[in-house]
């Protein structure tokens, strides 16, 4: 699910940084590249858990 969102607000900055409006763009950057890291976090955390 947070992939998901990543990838919907990283659609919102591109649409956003074509249209011209540069701060919406950088703010959902911003988020899509949070929501981002957090996912490979839990991503890694599950999957470490998942061999132990």
């Given at each position: 699910?947070?992939?998901?969102?990543?990838?919907?607000?990283?659609?919102?900055?591109?649409?956003a940084?074509?249209?011209?409006?540069?701060?919406?763009a950088?703010?959902?950057?911003?988020?899509?590249?949070?929501?981002?890291?957090?996912?490979?976090?839990?991503?890694?955390?599950?999957?470490?858990?998942a061999?132990?």
């Amino acid at each position: 699910m947070l992939l998901y969102w990543a990838l919907v607000f990283a659609i919102v900055a591109l649409v956003a940084g074509v249209f011209g409006f540069g701060g919406v763009a950088s703010a959902a950057g911003g988020v899509a590249r949070i929501l981002f890291f957090i996912f490979l976090v839990v991503f890694l955390v599950t999957l470490i858990a998942a061999v132990v």
